[in-house]
């Protein structure tokens, strides 16, 4: 079975400061990763994908993420947050094993205050 | 241009009216996915599709149904809408392995029973 636990529903931060959303993940097998964003009353755009390569995967507009195995975690950042970047965030995960299975966080939405 | 495409992108319907809603990719994706977004519950997969004629339940697939006679489409079917089934319907589409297993959403389908 697999799992993943967004920590916090909603996340404010001020224009131009750091952004980190957490995501934690179970996972039977080694799984493949993924943050998606989602703009108000828009669909889902990808992020960044960790699969099996480098650990610290960076994706677009800034964002990176780092894959910690021992910490069961895959928490996304960015240095310095713009306005653009308001929007819910989701974290995914899909078993190698299970291989189809797809499983997503409830979700984090961000705020950027200016 | 690579997409998925979904049809209605808005639908209002009654109890126990049988619906359809259509989903195809342009990309020759072997994988297929159907997802039900609700507020506070991310997107929980309902069907998926490996390849043609090969499909397995999600997490929440009461309600529903799909089919994959081609590689390109992937309806979902209500046969008897409930308005617990309200919600935002996202389709997805993937390459199937591991190092091309980016899922592209499509735009999504509003479906409101009343």
């Known amino acids: 079975a697999q799992s993943v636990t967004q920590l916090d529903s909603h996340v404010s931060v001020s224009e131009g400061t750091p952004v980190l959303l957490r995501c934690n993940y179970s996972?039977?097998?080694?799984?493949?990763l993924f943050w998606y964003v989602q703009h108000p009353n828009k669909g889902l755009q990808l992020l960044l994908k960790?699969?099996?390569?480098?650990?610290l995967v960076k994706g677009i507009n800034g964002f990176e993420a780092e894959f910690k195995k021992s910490e069961t975690s895959f928490h996304l950042t960015k240095p310095s947050a713009h306005m653009s970047d308001a929007a819910e965030y989701f974290c995914v995960v899909r078993d190698s094993g299970g291989y189809q299975k797809v499983t997503f966080g409830t979700g984090t939405k961000l705020q950027v205050i200016p | 241009e690579a997409q998925v495409t979904q049809n209605p992108r808005y639908l209002i319907t009654v109890t126990g009216k049988k619906l359809t809603v259509t989903c195809s990719q342009n990309m020759n994706h072997e994988y297929m996915s159907w997802y039900r977004q609700d507020p506070g519950l991310g997107l929980r997969q309902i069907y998926y599709s490996m390849n043609v004629e090969v499909t397995d339940k999600g997490d929440v697939p009461e309600g529903y149904k799909v089919s994959r006679k081609e590689k390109r489409n992937f309806p979902l079917i209500l046969e008897s809408p409930s308005p617990n089934q309200t919600s935002l319907y996202f389709c997805?589409?993937?390459?199937?392995?591991?190092?091309?297993?980016?899922?592209?959403f499509g735009p999504g389908t509003r479906l409101l029973v009343l």
């Open positions: 996972s039977s097998y080694s799984p493949s």
């Open positions: 997805a589409s993937s390459q199937g392995d591991r190092e091309r297993e980016t899922q592209y």
């Open positions: 960790y699969t099996s390569a480098a650990t």
